[in-house]
């Protein structure tokens, strides 16, 4: 065994050195989090049975940047995330600040800013899912409601694969006041609604923008959606009548990328 891998009595329920700690868990999340912030990462549990390629890879990364390794296995990986899903490797972290404002990324975006407003988003599997899809279509942040939304948990982490390091999430106090600051900057506010005449289709999207979506079922509060410049749908072909809103939030994003590339 390795200076920088050991085995513990205590057990990984016990709060490591250093004050509050944050839960991270599976491959992707602590991988990035190694990348971004590797001071941030206080230890590393890891199931001591997994002897698979993947793990050997991930162990090797993680001592490589100097992490905390400890040797621990599925039950007190699973007491110390709440799931299964852990993929047999647990982080504690401390958190990272957020030094972004929304000013902050407006001012540093080069061209046209492309920006994902979720209003009513609880569940943190779809949080997830659309930061994710937010990081792979290049939005410049994520914005969302202090009420009425979820923040940034494991659970989160876990399915946005490492996107929420990388992608600003955004939560502000008054959902509609920060739509017309958009507004006011220029950008084009652009709302989804089953009822809209016009579709996604229909619009220019290469200048900039920010595409609103809510929450499947109840969709944007009506407040929300009379601050939207424009109300479009997406053309529904089948039997369903709505897409999950992380499932939305890619064909909108994507449609945006589409009409920016060259």
Not at 219 to 244: F, H, Y
Request: charged content about 25%.
């Amino acid at each position: 065994m390795s200076a920088s891998r050991q085995s513990r009595a205590g057990g990984p329920d016990a709060p490591a050195a250093g004050g509050k700690t944050q839960i991270l868990f599976g491959f992707h999340a602590i991988t990035v989090r190694l990348k971004t912030a590797p001071d941030s990462v206080q230890e590393i549990l890891f199931d001591a049975t997994r002897k698979d390629q993947r793990m050997r890879g991930f162990l090797e990364k993680a001592e490589a940047a100097g992490a905390r390794l400890v040797e621990s296995d599925d039950e007190r990986l699973l007491k110390l995330c709440g799931t299964h899903r852990h993929q047999g490797v647990v982080a504690r972290v401390k958190p990272v600040a957020q030094h972004h404002s929304l000013d902050d990324v407006l001012d540093g975006v080069e061209g046209p800013p492309l920006l994902l407003v979720l209003d009513g988003v609880t569940d943190p599997h779809n949080l997830g899912a659309c930061l994710r899809v937010a990081d792979g279509a290049g939005a410049h942040a994520v914005v969302a409601p202090k009420d009425h939304a979820v923040g940034l948990n494991a659970t989160v982490a876990k399915v946005a694969s490492g996107a929420a390091e990388t992608v600003p999430y955004l939560m502000v106090t008054n959902l509609a006041r920060t739509l017309n600051e958009l507004k006011e900057r220029d950008i084009w506010v652009v709302g989804t609604s089953d009822q809209a005449e016009k579709t996604l289709y229909d619009l220019d999207l290469t200048g900039p923008v920010a595409l609103v979506l809510g929450a499947e079922g109840p969709g944007m509060r009506q407040l929300t959606a009379k601050t939207c410049d424009e109300l479009v749908r997406i053309p529904m072909q089948g039997a369903v009548e709505s897409l999950n809103v992380s499932v939305a939030a890619g064909v909108c994003l994507y449609e945006a990328l589409r009409q920016r590339k060259p």
